[in-house]
């Protein structure tokens, strides 16, 4: 028989709030242990949560995007478990009443896009860290990320391939970023991800029996552990066995899953309203708020750029995969019109230094500006297009605009046709070997000329009116 | 001579305002009084006298350079449930017997702010839980009418505080009668404020949509100075009410007459002891004598209170004490081989029989395929509890029923035997279960001399009416004005 998997994600991520959730604290990543703590955060007795409404804020934003509805009335729940990272033993979440349901995102898909159902949207607090030393007989607690704000975002299970998965991790990656409510940075744990993948026979509208993935700290690992998950699903039910309904760790070093608790383990989280919070309302007019201040989301940008600026798709992916680096292609382009000439340099020359500087934030070194001004002086061929990669390079090291890199290097072009002239006739009667065998048909000679020019001028020379004038100096000679 | 620690608030204030007394003196007339009586009665977890005289040496100096509010300068005892900067707060458990808190609680600042001198904290059953103080890992506290039995509880020792003398006023908190029930039981008045009138941040929390903070006083006028400085909104709760409360000693000598009480008929049918009996009696025809008059009500849905307590309270409670692990302060066992032992050798050793039975019934109703017929049925019928008071408040301004169904209770007569003791409270749960505001007062004594209270209950936010008919109650009587001889 053959099997199709159906998968479903949930998401966690981190909002970019400047102070946790249900308390004051700082929100930094990266101070000392404890440091981000109070004592509503350590769990003190006798204290009390006051939520953060810029959370709110930030969930309705995310919620908006992905065509949520909003429930006027959400509440808060607390989801009851012993660890030694969450000191209260419980953390808020939501639970019956979440803040947002039954939305939807698109995913492209072959030619088309296809729509995957998000389940829900809920707010809850994020847990501290344990930090193990294998050498001690005891465990650290790190309470600094203990009610960061996190929303949960549950898709229903709409997904068919480990790519569909991943093309939807990338999409709402992509929004939380355009949004600016969540850093987006897997590694560091403020996106993270768990999968739910079942297998049914081709055809059939009934579900299987569910495995749970975890710890996928890359789009890759999630992919990866789909595969891998799919295949192991696939040979049990091949041979006859059954899938069990269990949580499975993914193994980055092995690429493998494996078993870490079973539904007889899962634990009752005995969730109930948290009587410490009221009901949440938001109304209608924060919603329109809200919505009013939303800017342009990935997907509707992509497209805007396929149109107004009659880009390729591939083009307009690439441009729009950050809202910094769309920006940074508009401006430059409200400048210096010509769309594509634009878009090869952003995607190209710009992408290649700034993955090299490790940078995501395009303006941070060149302006859209200074990028203008350099195609303009190659427009004029005051330098040549490999010239200009050249003190593109030197723009994006140093910060400094074209025109006094060209000054400081001497790098303007030689479009003096008379200098350039004495130069080819100089090249020519020194090669008188070459010429002959030119002028018998190896025409193909004629870069080597060109080569011999632009290393007289070290590469100054513009190489359109040294071939011109060569052609006119070889024809004079036949 | 009437000694300082004898007087009401209200007087010393005037003492103190005339320049009669300090507060030094007043706080070293209590102080005494602690030294001579404390070991007869056990109100104090820990009494802090040396702190309280520098407490008051600062009022004087505030006095001296103009200060004048009416609480300056006046003692006051806390609960062991409300946390103070650098103050023991133990909660009358072992789990929290060296957990000295970081914070004030909001009411503590507010006291600080009004220039009271605080005394200590006094003794309370387990986290609250219990209605004799018996359960407290400090021990017992004894009634000052009759040390062989019990003040009630939970704020036993709030209330045996004032009752004895040990402090001018006090505060306690109030989830299931916790203030209404010792007050009866000491002979005292205490009201429990309407949910969400008294800031809880700092109040180490019991069940949360239940727990409230409130005074204890020799007299209702003191109630009123205490609800003037408890009664406020605070950002840092978010179950507290944005709203302006009135000041509540303007209503203290308005007239009553007119007013119309309700006796609901299913509180006054399960009356049957004789002295509870002639106080209810006795207080309704002093009430009718200041011109009230009277509607029978019946409120069918008060015989669940009790009931749908027992599910909510230790649900919440289940959740709320979770936090005390070992992990970040407080008790800790000595003895584990690894996380999950030192877990539960912790909390097996931390806390006591009453709180484990709280604990592991919430545990079970909240549990998967059992909350909607736990919790969720018990939250309906805590909204008929309180649909049945808001239909008897459209026929009347204030309820009148009894405290508690008998006199104090001697001590060891209920502790081993959990039913009864939850039935103590069945009058008191209720207003709770509605989030009323409730008033218990001294209605007189029974046949062997022991105080038995009046409990009268108001709309929400009608604490001033309660201190109204209250203070219109006690120009009429004098039963606040019996002290127990110790």
Same mark, same amino acid.
């Given at each position: ?10 998401? @966690? ?13 700082? +929100? ?32 309705? *934003? ?50 088309? +896009? ?17 930090? @193990? ?39 709402? @990656? ?92 899962? @634990? ?83 992408? *290649? ?126 | ?14 003492? &103190? ?366 909204? &008929? ?102």
């Amino acid at each position: 028989m053959k099997y199709e998997a159906v998968i479903g994600l949930e998401v @966690h991520a981190q909002l970019l709030t400047a102070s946790k959730a249900f308390c004051s604290c700082t +929100t930094k990543f990266g101070n000392v242990p404890n440091s981000n703590t109070c004592p509503i955060c350590l769990g003190m007795p006798g204290v009390l949560p006051v939520f953060n409404k810029r959370a709110l804020e930030f969930t309705v *934003r995310m919620a908006l995007a992905c065509n949520c509805t909003i429930n006027e009335i959400s509440r808060f729940a607390r989801k009851n478990y012993y660890y030694p990272d969450l000191p209260k033993n419980y953390q808020i979440s939501q639970y019956e009443l979440p803040l947002a349901e039954h939305g939807w995102i698109e995913i492209d898909e072959g030619n088309g +896009t296809k729509k995957i159902g998000i389940t829900r949207i809920h707010m809850e607090e994020d847990a501290g860290k344990l930090i @193990h030393d294998e050498t001690k007989a005891y465990s650290y607690v790190d309470l600094n990320r203990t009610g960061v704000p996190l929303i949960e975002i549950v898709s229903e299970p709409d997904m068919r391939t480990p790519e569909e998965a991943a093309a939807y991790l990338k999409a709402l @990656h992509s929004i939380l970023v355009y949004l600016e409510i969540c850093d987006g940075n897997m590694e560091e744990g403020s996106f993270r991800c768990d999968a739910n993948v079942s297998l049914r026979p081709h055809g059939s509208k009934g579900l299987g029996v569910k495995t749970e993935l975890k710890n996928m700290n890359s789009f890759r690992n999630v992919q990866k552990a789909l595969q891998y998950e799919i295949d192991r699903q696939n040979e049990a039910l091949a041979s006859g066995e059954v899938v069990v309904q269990e949580t499975r760790l993914f193994d980055p070093s092995t690429g493998a899953t494996s078993s870490m608790r079973s539904k007889e383990q899962a @634990h009752d989280y005995r969730y109930f309203p948290d009587p410490d919070l009221l009901p949440l309302k938001v109304s209608a007019e924060f919603v329109e708020q809200v919505r009013s201040e939303l800017p342009e989301l990935p997907m509707q940008k992509r497209n805007r750029f396929v149109e107004q600026y009659q880009l390729p798709r591939y083009d307009a992916d690439v441009l729009t995969s950050s809202r910094l680096l769309a920006d940074f292609f508009e401006k430059t382009t409200a400048l210096y019109p010509q769309a594509k000439t634009v878009s090869n340099w952003v995607m190209t020359e710009l992408l *290649r230094l700034m993955k090299a500087a490790n940078e995501d934030n395009p303006s941070r070194r060149v302006s859209p500006e200074m990028l203008a001004d350099l195609l303009q002086l190659m427009d004029k061929g005051v330098v040549s297009g490999k010239m200009a990669k050249t003190i593109f390079e030197e723009m994006y090291d140093t910060g400094r605009d074209a025109s006094s890199i060209v000054k400081e290097k001497g790098l303007v072009q030689v479009s003096d046709e008379d200098e350039l002239r004495s130069l080819v006739r100089k090249a020519l009667a020194e090669n008188p070997k070459e010429v002959a065998k030119y002028l018998s048909g190896k025409t193909q000679l004629l870069g080597h000329f060109v080569g011999l020019v632009m290393k007289a001028t070290r590469g100054k020379a513009n190489p359109a009116i040294v071939n011109k004038l060569l052609l006119e100096e070889l024809g004079k000679k036949a | 001579m009437t000694e300082l620690y004898e007087m009401t608030a209200w007087q010393l204030a005037e003492a &103190l305002e005339k320049g009669h007394t300090s507060s030094v003196d007043i706080t070293r007339s209590v102080i005494k009084r602690i030294e001579a009586v404390e070991e007869l009665i056990h109100a104090y977890v820990t009494a802090a006298p040396e702190r309280a005289l520098e407490m008051a040496k600062e009022a004087d100096m505030k006095r001296a350079r103009g200060a004048s509010n009416k609480l300056l300068g006046i003692p006051i005892a806390i609960k062991d449930n409300m946390c103070m900067k650098g103050h023991r707060t133990s909660c009358g458990s072992r789990i929290l017997s060296n957990f000295v808190p970081p914070y004030d609680a909001t009411v503590v600042s507010a006291m600080k702010e009004a220039g009271m001198v605080i005394l200590g904290s006094c003794n309370m059953d387990e986290f609250a839980m219990g209605s004799s103080t018996e359960t407290s890992f400090w021990g017992p506290t004894r009634n000052p009418w009759d040390r062989d039995r019990t003040p009630g509880g939970s704020s036993g020792g709030s209330a045996a505080a004032v009752s004895a003398g040990e402090a001018v006023v006090s505060v306690g908190s109030d989830t299931g009668g916790s203030i209404r029930l010792p007050a009866s039981f000491c002979g005292v008045c205490g009201m429990k404020p309407t949910y969400g009138a008294v800031s809880r941040y700092g109040l180490v929390a019991y069940a949360s949509s239940l727990d409230q903070i409130g005074p204890f006083g020799k007299d209702v006028r003191d109630l009123a100075l205490l609800l003037n400085v408890l009664c406020r909104h605070d950002p840092k709760d978010s179950t507290s009410v944005p709203r302006q409360h009135p000041d509540f000693t303007t209503v203290l000598d308005a007239p009553v007459a007119g007013m119309k009480i309700g006796l609901p008929r299913e509180f006054f049918s399960k009356l049957d002891h004789p002295d509870v009996e002639r106080v209810m009696k006795e207080a309704q025809r002093v009430f009718h004598g200041l011109g009230i008059r009277f509607v029978e009500l019946s409120l069918p849905y008060l015989d669940y209170g009790i009931a749908a307590y027992y599910i909510i309270a230790p649900c919440e409670a289940s959740s709320n004490l979770a936090r005390y692990d070992g992990v970040k302060y407080g008790h800790r066992a000595a003895d584990f081989s690894n996380m999950i032992d030192m877990y539960r050798y912790t909390r097996a050793e931390g806390f006591g029989a009453e709180v484990k039975r709280r604990i592991m019934l919430g545990t079970y109703a909240l549990s998967s395929g059992y909350y909607d017929a736990y919790y969720l049925k018990a939250a309906k019928v805590r909204t &008929l509890i309180t649909q049945d008071f808001k239909a008897a408040f459209k026929k009347c301004d204030a309820i009148l029923c009894p405290v508690a169904p008998t006199p104090p209770f001697k001590l060891g007569e209920k502790i081993d035997d959990p039913i009864q003791m939850y039935l103590t409270d069945v009058f008191t749960i209720p207003v709770n279960m509605a989030g009323l505001p409730g008033l218990s007062l001294p209605g007189g004594l029974s046949a062997d001399g022991l105080p038995i209270g009046i409990q009268l209950i108001a709309p929400h936010f009608e604490e001033a009416r309660l201190i109204q008919l209250g203070a219109a109650y006690q120009r009429e009587t004098d039963h606040h004005l019996a002290r127990p001889s110790i």
